[in-house]
């Protein structure tokens, strides 16, 4: 029978089933951070337990980390989350890079980056945006901590089945339009329930032009349209990105690896519980000017009015979502002028979005009320941003140039927008509070997130490309 990836991966991983129970998991390679850690090792402790297979583990420091003066940390909990991951990781023995370490960043960027995030295999990490990781045609989804101490003790986890979804994107994205819109459409159209109990499948000719890197920033949003996972099944473009990498295997070893990843892809035929589409020529540049990703539109439409919506629960959350981000119904979204902009996160912030914002800015300057930001995802993206001169590009605009991590993204750090002022971001969460207490958040691609750096208000990237041309 035809088989999807999300089956094939699933059933090469039970190692017990019961009727009516959850299975239980093998779990292939378990990332871990400063923050959903903690508890997780004390338990351990605590039961006299070691970790099952520290070689399966890798952690890094992220949310914490400051962006710029390393290594003082300010903020006595980050402190403390940061010296306890040192010392769990020391004491169980597993691979850390630390805050000063060249292959330290963001967890979903140098899991890939590593070549540790591999076709075929299970991954989670204590984050909930671990289904990053799937667009390498990986089971990949984020667990709790209590989750975190059963994977380090057993190296298993007990799960439900999800059920499988197919989100097809069909054609040829359009010039200007970007993975980060494409996903940011898809949340707009069917909603941050859609993907309940499901893990999604991303297919169609827009998905299988793009790179490893737009993948990506596609499987990283997964759960902003609240599916347990989000994968696309590898082809050539993936076993690419992979062949070379460090913990990827060499020679003959790796040309059999990449045979029996590429049969992982989903069988001709195979059927999907729940299969939703979009065509790509719909997708404009997409802007958020709401409290929620899916609370978005076409960068050439207006902010929505309760008019725009059937029933009653909409038109509320609308007046409250304006309300938090001091916007009035039916303005112009180009209208709306920004004070932030932060271009990072795990979403976006990996060489070719770097390269793409400054593509945008080419000589031009930061607008005078826009104070700017760019966060590498890792040691390893900033090297190679530098080595071509990016750090100049983006310097002699007028924005800042920072040391890696979360940063701006979630404020866990001394990286926050004020109260009542607005964030053109590139990052996947837009909620109340989300980069500082009384921040306003809109999401968007690197590139359009340059733009607006540029004019100070929101800006469809495609005129000031062609402006540029
Ligand atoms: C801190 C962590 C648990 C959290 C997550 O799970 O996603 C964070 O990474 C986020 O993006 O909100
Ligand atoms: S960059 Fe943002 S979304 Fe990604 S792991 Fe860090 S806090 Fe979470």
């Known amino acids: 029978m035809a088989k999807t990836i999300i089956e094939k991966i699933w059933d090469q991983h039970v190692v017990y089933e019961e009727q009516g129970k959850p299975d239980l998991l093998y779990i292939d390679l378990h990332l871990l951070h400063e923050v959903t850690s903690p508890q997780a090792f004390e338990g351990l402790r605590l039961a006299g337990r070691k970790v099952r297979r520290p070689d399966l583990c890798f952690a890094t420091m992220d949310h914490n980390v400051p962006t710029r003066n390393l290594p003082t940390i300010n903020d006595p909990i980050a402190k403390k989350q940061i010296t306890t991951l040192e010392k769990n990781c020391e004491e169980f023995g597993i691979e850390l890079a630390h805050m000063e370490h060249p292959d330290q960043g963001i967890v979903h960027i140098i899991g890939p980056e590593l070549g540790l ?3 075929g295999k299970t991954i989670v990490c204590g984050d909930s945006h671990t289904s990053t990781h799937g667009a390498f045609g990986a089971i990949a989804f984020g667990i709790g901590t209590s989750e975190v101490e059963h994977v380090l003790s057993t190296q298993t986890l007990w799960q439900s089945k999800p059920k499988t979804m197919e989100i097809r994107i069909n054609g040829k994205l359009g010039f200007g339009v970007t993975a980060k819109d494409v996903i940011l459409a898809i949340i707009s159209k069917f909603g941050i329930d859609v993907g309940t109990g499901h893990i999604a499948e991303y297919t169609g000719e827009a ?3 793009m790179t490893m890197e737009e993948r990506m920033t596609i499987c990283n949003m997964s759960i902003e349209a609240g599916a347990k996972a989000g994968l696309i099944s590898p082809d050539e473009t993936t076993i690419e990105y992979l062949r070379g990498r460090r913990h990827v ?6 040309e059999e690896a990449a045979e029996q990843w590429l049969s992982l892809a989903s069988d001709e035929g195979a059927s999907y519980d729940t299969v939703l589409e979009i065509n790509a020529d719909e997708i404009e540049p997409f802007v958020t000017w709401g409290t929620n990703p899916s609370m978005g539109s076409g960068i050439s439409a207006q902010v929505p009015s309760a008019e725009d919506f059937e029933n009653e629960s909409d038109k509320e959350a609308l007046k ?3 309300a938090y981000m001091g916007l009035e119904e039916g303005t112009p979204l180009t209208k709306i002028e920004i004070q932030h902009v932060f271009i990072g996160s795990c979403t976006n912030a990996r ?4 390269r793409a914002a400054a593509e945008v800015i080419d000589g031009q300057k930061v607008h005078p009320n826009v104070t700017a930001i760019v966060v590498p995802g890792s040691r390893t993206v900033k090297r190679q941003a530098e080595e071509e001169g990016l750090d100049k590009i983006f310097l002699e605009s007028g924005f800042e140039w920072r040391e890696s991590g979360c940063s ?3 404020a866990m750090n001394d990286d926050v927008v004020p109260a009542g002022e607005r964030c053109a ?6 909620f109340e509070g989300r980069q500082g207490a009384g921040s306003r958040t809109h999401l968007m691609s690197p590139a359009m997130a340059a ?3 540029i004019s100070g208000r929101f800006t469809d990237v495609r005129e000031m490309k062609l402006a540029h041309a």
């Not at 295997?249 to 790796?254: C, K, L, S, T, V």
């Not at 971001?425 to 837009?430: E, P, V």
């Open 320 to 322: 409250k979502a304006l």
């Open 249 to 254: 295997p060499e020679g003959e070893a790796f």
């Open 408 to 410: 701006m993204c979630l």
């Open 351 to 354: 060489l070719s979005d770097l």
């Open 117 to 119: 995030t591999q076709p």
């Open 451 to 453: 733009a607006a750096a």
């Open 425 to 430: 971001s590139t990052s996947n969460r837009n």
């Open 207 to 209: 998905i299988r032009s």
